[in-house]
């Protein structure tokens, strides 16, 4: 299961220590950034089922930052 973020993280120091502190708090997800993205994308995959989204939240606010859930954009093709 993969869970997308946008975040407001822009330094790549505070990037890998909200990453290191994420494995610390659930060694089961794998996750990245990608601060080139006008959206600070945080990918956030869990080796064994289900993301938290709350989790990851909340440790991010925890450290002073901006963090929501990236909603799914379905696009259909047109008719």
Same mark, same amino acid.
């Given at each position: 299961m993969v869970e997308v973020f946008k975040t407001n993280v822009n330094k790549r120091e505070h990037a890998y220590m909200l990453l290191t502190q994420m494995h610390?708090? #659930?060694? =089961?997800?794998?996750?990245?950034?990608?601060?080139?993205?006008?959206?600070?994308? *945080? #990918?956030? =995959?869990?080796?064994?089922?289900?993301?938290?989204?709350?989790?990851?939240?909340? *440790?991010?606010?925890?450290?002073?930052?901006e963090v929501d859930v990236l909603a799914d954009e379905v696009v259909l093709p047109h008719a």
């Open positions: 610390r708090i #659930r060694a =089961e997800y794998k996750a990245n950034f990608d601060l080139e993205d006008c959206d600070r994308i *945080l #990918r956030v =995959e869990c080796r064994s089922g289900a993301v938290n989204p709350s989790v990851v939240i909340n *440790l991010l606010k925890r450290y002073g930052f």
